[in-house]
């Protein structure tokens, strides 16, 4: 599966490109400018794309109103066809956001039962009551999802309705090649209608990925045969900051091995999850991390870690936002993409996953925890690694059972001793590639 090997690069095309917060249905091609910025994303190391919402929507892209037209105010088909194949064209993979557990107020289908009522043919194609009432005064109840009404809730149990959507996903895979979907919400879907659209995605395309937004529980419900191929790996978006801003990396040890180490009980091992340290939804890690200069240290453990890491646009320089200050904060219309130490900390680390086997692929075991530093081992296809991460601001000498006297720091290129400890500088992650 490509996804193992891949470091993916998010944008949120709506906010990207400086489109209106409101669909008025004036057409304006922006897209234009996810194209400026191909040279970047590529020097960064990236290999396959993630774009959000592109459809016509109300408002946010989650409220769509058509599947089969690109949102109007990002530009036509022809405009997203040309991007996609600039992408592909740089060998990137693209995968887009599918949002099928609901859709908008301004959903055609939907509009139908507002104007028809009983008499429409769609009204089995959503949870709806004619006994009741909704907070818009439609004469009718409908369930929005998880009580936001803006939010209309398809009836995925519905074959009309499965076939519209399997539709729009052959005609994004015909007219835009695309190599996989992040399913929005996949905790909300149906695991029936899950099975039917791994079966059916598997058919459309060879190693088409399906990748699942999931928050907590057990991510085995949602990625197994019979659903996703991969989840989003809220556990440890949360064990990453809070490890470092509390100076505890037995927080994210904890997780890392629980979800990931050698024992029969552990819950993900050899399955793949996305990591990421920020994303369209949350506060931007430049805000929520304490101290900036653990930064480095902490795309190092990001890339270092199991599981494929995520970039979220601007991310990649430090830009800050916080959740507080409302969703268009979080997903900005940057000028021009900026480069700075950071940026180079990424690229390296990208590099360095992208051509090891064993950081992508890799086994885990831990070998040091302490309060501000992890140290653990990836191995894999005769290859193996130790990653060494320190949080604090001081240097740390670093004692544990390396097996081999020598390494080279995947990051650097530099020569490493094991003998006699070795010495962590403050703020910093390792990549020693050692003997097996």
């Not at 009741?132 to 995925?156: A, I, M, Q, R, T």
């Amino acid at each position: 599966m490509w996804l193992q090997n891949a470091v993916l690069y998010q944008i949120y095309p709506l906010g990207f490109c400086g489109a209106p917060l409101e669909n008025h249905g004036e057409t304006a091609s922006r897209l234009s400018k996810i194209e400026d910025w191909i040279d970047h994303i590529c020097s960064l190391g990236v290999t396959a794309v993630l774009l959000n919402p592109l459809f016509e929507s109300d408002a946010h892209g989650y409220d769509t109103r058509d599947y089969f037209k690109v949102d109007s105010r990002l530009g036509t088909n022809e405009d997203l066809r040309q991007l996609t194949a600039r992408l592909h064209e740089r060998g990137l993979k693209v995968v887009f956001d599918g949002v099928f557990n609901h859709v908008g107020r301004g959903f055609w289908a939907f509009r139908d039962v507002q104007e028809k009522r009983w008499d429409s043919p769609y009204k089995d194609w959503f949870r709806i009551s004619f006994d009741g009432n909704s907070p818009y005064n439609d004469g009718f109840w409908y369930e929005g999802w998880e009580g936001h009404y803006e939010l209309v809730k398809l009836n995925l149990w519905n074959g009309d309705v499965k076939a519209h959507l399997f539709e729009a996903i052959r005609s994004w895979v015909n007219d835009y090649q695309i190599d996989g979907l992040r399913l929005d919400v996949a905790y909300s879907l149906l695991p029936e209608f899950l099975s039917e659209l791994r079966r059916f995605t598997s058919s459309l395309k060879d190693d088409f990925v399906l990748i699942g937004e999931t928050l907590h529980g057990d991510y085995n419900r949602f990625m197994n045969d019979n659903a996703c191929h991969a989840v989003t790996n809220y556990e440890c978006y949360k064990g990453l900051y809070s490890s470092f801003n509390c100076m505890n990396m037995h927080e994210i040890g904890y997780s890392l091995h629980r979800q990931f180490g050698p024992d029969s009980w552990c819950l993900y091992t050899g399955k793949t999850l996305l990591s990421f340290v920020d994303n369209h939804d949350v506060s931007r890690v430049a805000s929520i991390l304490e101290d900036a200069r653990q930064l480095p240290a902490l795309y190092g453990l990001l890339f270092g870690m199991p599981g494929t890491p995520c970039l979220y646009y601007g991310s990649e320089w430090g830009a800050k936002a916080a959740k507080a200050e409302g969703d268009p904060a979080l997903r900005p219309c940057f000028e021009a993409p900026e480069q700075n130490a950071l940026t180079e900390v990424i690229r390296a680390a990208a590099k360095a996953r992208r051509e090891s086997p064993a950081l992508c692929r890799g086994s885990y075991k831990q070998l040091l925890v302490q309060p501000g530093q992890l140290v653990f081992e990836r191995q894999c296809d005769g290859e193996r690694v130790i990653v060494a991460v320190n949080a604090a601001g001081t240097p740390f000498c670093a004692h544990f059972d390396a097996r081999a006297g020598r390494g080279v720091d995947l990051l650097t290129g530099e020569t490493h001793d094991f003998g006699g400890g070795s010495e962590l500088a403050p703020y910093s992650c390792y990549f020693w590639k050692t003997e097996c």
